[in-house]
Each structure stands twice: as structure tokens, then as C-alpha cells.
């Protein structure tokens, strides 16, 4: 269970020097990890709300002056029966409401998930100095295996004494593999992965989280199309996203663009930098600040640093609310990022191309009513 805070205590915390940690480091492995117990339904929500509220409601009805039902804390997790639209907004513009075996959950609030633990394997294949890999349960806890713990995020989390994790859907790099006595695997994330991403923290962790990403789910996405014929329509008035081949529309999603002073470049644009995951981090020390690792499938379309990306976070699409970036959910990002070019194979991990000469052309808009 996470323990609630203020901003306040956020940014005190994520404000210390890597040498508070080494006074009570995390051991590097631990000798025996039990295997996290998960509800065992087809579809979860994990409560999601960082930075805002660290909890939410269930209420008896899918309105915010409901009767709640009771409160539950960030990381919990609920049966997902289903959505309906509300009669109240919560504040927002979504109207969108979870069905719970309890009550209703404000959707924004909810991560959507799935259990789907994995028989981890005990080598790296064969001539490879690793593999990518994607969570499948709900969270993992992660043990630091070279102290002290140096991402803002990271340590946050840490200094309250809680295991860093984690989610569903994010995507890591495995470098090691090791075989504990008692026959658990461990799998070694190393989000550094040769290019110097990152803080440099790597972590053990529990291998049936993760599932080998294979060549055959990251190929190309009508690699016979004309890629002058493909291009990225975003409009950050309605807040979605089309792909587009030609004059047929052959993709559509909600994303959630920049928000106040963050807002989204409006223009055209184009992708010219992507890899499999990044560390995004800026203004740690600052009320505005971030720091979250294991941002799966970026496409980067701005030289300030805008991508096209999953998250895990929230749920809130269709509403404005991130750093300048475009968030959306993790399976469109990974469509998007097999659709356009430039095209990123397992083994590449990253590719980057210098202007003018870029891959698929995105067009930021917002029209004029």
C-alpha cells in the first residue's frame, strides 16, 4: 500500500542527494521474493491518481457526490466489469465510469489491466547481450542491484520506506539472468542498455512478470505503403490522433497533449527519433517536475523532447494534461511506433535521424472555431 503525500513532500524528497540512501541502502538481491498475489479476474483496474489525490472513491453510483462506498489507495486493485457513462464529470471532461463488483470508480483514475504472469526463461538467447521485455501483471517490486538508488522517482519512493516498481504494459531491458536456490528466476533490468540512458540504477526482479518481446509483434505495419503516403493528424482541440494512408484514415486514438504552459508544439512535425523505452526526467527540483523510467514505445516528433508515448499513470485521455508530450495507451503507442517511420528493429533498439532528413510526417493542429 502507498502511503499518501503532498506535493510538498514529493519535491523535498526527490530534492535529496543520493547520499541519504547510503545510510540504509536496499539489499542488492534478496534470498527469497514470495510471488505477489493478484486478483485472478479476466480484466483490473489499478488505482492511479499520482500526483493529485493518492486515492480514490468507490461510490455507490457513478457520480461524484455519490455516497462513497469506501476509499481505496493508490495501487489497490479492482475487478473491471465495465464502463458507463456517468452523470458527472468529476471536475473533467471525461464522463467515463468503472463498474466494480463494489461500486463505480471514476475511469481516469483507473489503470486498465491484466494478471498474465510468464514462465520467465533461465539464459539470455543465445549470442544476445539481452532482450526486451513488457510487465504483464499488475506490478513488480524491484531490488536495487548497485546502491544507492539514484533516479528522484525512484528514491521518492524508497524513502518511505515502499519497494520502487513496476507497472503493467512498461517495457524494460534484460541484461542478466540468475537462478535463486530455492528455483525462482530473476531478471536484471538495466534501462542503461549500452546508450547511457537513464540514472544508471539497475534492479533484480521477479521473471515471470516480464514477457520476451518477439520480432514477429514489433514488425513493420504496411511496410509496402509509400512512406511520404503516411502522416499523423493530431488535434489538440479534440484530443485525438489519426493515422492516415493517403486519404484513408486508417488509425484513430484519444491522447492527452500539453497542458498550460506545457502545451504541445502545433505545426508540422515529424518522427525522427524512437526506441523501444527512454527515461523521461526534467525539473525534478520544481513544482512542474517528473521523473518516471520505463516510458514504453516513444516516438520523438519535436527537437525539444515531444513524443508520441504510452503511459501507465493515468487514464485521462481526451483531456490535457501532460509535460508537452502526447500521451496515449500502450497499444496505440506500440501501433504508432510499428506504423510510421523510421522503423526499429529488435536489434537496432534505437534509431535517430538528423533534419531534414525524417521519417513519418505528424501534423499538430488545433482549429480555429
Known amino acids: 500500500m502507498r502511503r499518501a503525500l503532498s506535493r510538498r513532500d514529493f519535491l523535498k524528497l526527490t530534492g535529496l542527494g543520493v547520499g541519504a540512501m547510503a545510510f540504509n541502502p536496499l539489499p542488492s538481491l534478496p534470498s527469497w521474493q514470495p510471488p505477489l498475489q493478484f486478483p485472478t479476474a479476466e480484466k483490473l483496474g489499478r ?19 455519490a455516497p462513497a462506498v469506501r476509499n481505496i489507495p493508490e495501487d489497490s486493485l479492482v475487478e473491471w466489469l465495465g464502463e458507463v457513462i456517468g452523470t458527472d464529470n468529476f471536475g473533467g471532461i471525461n464522463k467515463r465510469w468503472v463498474e466494480t463488483p463494489e461500486g463505480y470508480i471514476y475511469e481516469p483514475h483507473l489503470q486498465p489491466i491484466r494478471n498474465l504472469p510468464n514462465t520467465p526463461v533461465s539464459a539470455l538467447p543465445e549470442g544476445k547481450p539481452g532482450f526486451w521485455a513488457e510487465v504483464t501483471i499488475p506490478f513488480v517490486d524491484l531490488f536495487i542491484d ?3 538508488i539514484r533516479s528522484p522517482g525512484f528514491r521518492y519512493v524508497t524513502d518511505l520506506g515502499q519497494m520502487p516498481r513496476l507497472y503493467y504494459s ?4 534484460i541484461d542478466q539472468i540468475r537462478t535463486q536456490e530455492n528455483g525462482q528466476i530473476l531478471y536484471r533490468w538495466n534501462e542503461d542498455f549500452g546508450r547511457g540512458y537513464g540514472y544508471g540504477d539497475i ?7 516480464f514477457r520476451m518481446i518477439t520480432p514477429e509483434e514489433v514488425a513493420p505495419i504496411s511496410p509496402d505503403i509509400d512512406p511520404a503516403l503516411k502522416v499523423i493528424v493530431v488535434d489538440v482541440f479534440y484530443q485525438t490522433l489519426s493515422c492516415y494512408e493517403g486519404n484513408n484514415e486508417v488509425y484513430f486514438c484519444r491522447v492527452s497533449s500539453g497542458a498550460g504552459e506545457f502545451a504541445t508544439p502545433l505545426g508540422t512535425l515529424a518522427a525522427w527519433r524512437k526506441m523501444y523505452s527512454i527515461h523521461m526526467s526534467a525539473n525534478t527540483a520544481s513544482d512542474s517536475g517528473y521523473d518516471t523510467a520505463a516510458v514504453a514505445w516513444p516516438t520523438f516528433i519535436s527537437g525539444e523532447g515531444v513524443a508520441i508515448h504510452a503511459v501507465f499513470w493515468h487514464n485521462d485521455f481526451g483531456t490535457r494534461r501532460s509535460h508537452g508530450c502526447i500521451n496515449v495507451r500502450p497499444e496505440d503507442a506500440k501501433w504508432i511506433f ?8 529488435l536489434d537496432q533498439s ?3 535521424m ?11 493542429k488545433e482549429p480555429t472555431l
Open 338 to 345: 510499428r506504423w510510421s517511420t523510421p522503423y526499429v528493429s
Open 350 to 352: 534505437e534509431v535517430k
Open 47 to 65: 488505482v492511479s491518481v499520482f500526483p493529485y489525490f493518492y486515492s480514490t472513491e468507490i461510490k455507490s453510483k457513478p457520480h461524484q457526490f
Open 146 to 148: 548497485n546502491p544507492p
Open 354 to 364: 538528423e533534419w531534414p532528413n525524417v521519417g513519418t510526417q505528424v501534423i499538430v
Open 170 to 173: 512498461q517495457v524494460v531491458w
Open 203 to 209: 534492479f533484480w526482479a521477479d521473471g515471470t512478470a
